[in-house]
């Protein structure tokens, strides 16, 4: 049983760390998007301001995560080569896309601390090892092996730990 909570609490740990880098992730797509969106509409239609620096600056700053972006949203692509409206256009539909994507991000990181889906997640993993190697078995088979290979690697601890100055002497008579 320590097992099989040991690995719930890790499965529900992992799941909102990934789920946070994801959220994240997309918040400073999203944040890289709106900056470069918001200078060039102000520049657009405020031609007099002296702020062509800001807009090379964040134009810089869009292309430079332009890569994290396609990882997200693997249209369209952002390019040096394109002109300024070619980048704004792409940005704006990008933009919508992000936060979309956001919006979905947001929902899976609150519903990563759900901890029943940590102990799903524990419990179908064997059946999601077989499916990885081409074999697809019931939810209940899933649950059933998840919980006999528990049982087993709890007794097979418990029998370390009560044996342990016999492993300990084993392991130091091959190292001498």
């Given at each position: 049983m320590?097992i099989?909570?040991a ?5 529900y ?17 999203l944040?890289?998007?709106c900056?470069?969106v918001?200078?060039?509409s ?5 031609q ?5 620096k800001l807009?090379?600056a964040?134009l ?5 995560s332009?890569p994290?972006i ?15 409206n070619?980048t ?10 992000i936060?979309?994507l956001?919006?979905?991000?947001r ?5 990563s601390?759900?901890p029943?889906?940590a ?10 090892i077989f ?13 059933v ?10 007794f097979?601890?418990?029998q370390?730990l ?15």
């Amino acid at each position: 049983m320590v097992i099989f909570l040991a690995l719930c609490l890790c499965s529900y740990i992992g799941a909102i760390l990934c789920a946070l880098y994801k959220y994240r992730k997309a918040k400073y797509c999203l944040n890289k998007l709106c900056d470069f969106v918001a200078v060039y509409s102000h520049l657009k239609h405020h031609q007099h301001t002296p702020e062509p620096k800001l807009y090379a600056a964040e134009l810089t700053a869009l292309l430079r995560s332009a890569p994290l972006i396609e990882e997200l949203i693997r249209y369209p692509k952002l390019t040096y080569g394109d002109s300024d409206n070619d980048t704004y256009g792409k940005a704006k539909d990008l933009l919508c896309d992000i936060q979309m994507l956001l919006n979905r991000e947001r929902i899976a990181l609150m519903r990563s601390f759900n901890p029943i889906s940590a102990a799903k997640t524990v419990l179908l993993f064997p059946s999601k090892i077989f499916k990885k190697l081409g074999i697809t078995i019931n939810v209940f088979f899933s649950i059933v092996i998840s919980s006999v290979i528990t049982v087993l690697l709890e007794f097979l601890l418990s029998q370390a730990l009560l044996n342990l100055d016999v492993i300990r002497s084993f392991v130091d008579s091959i190292f001498q």
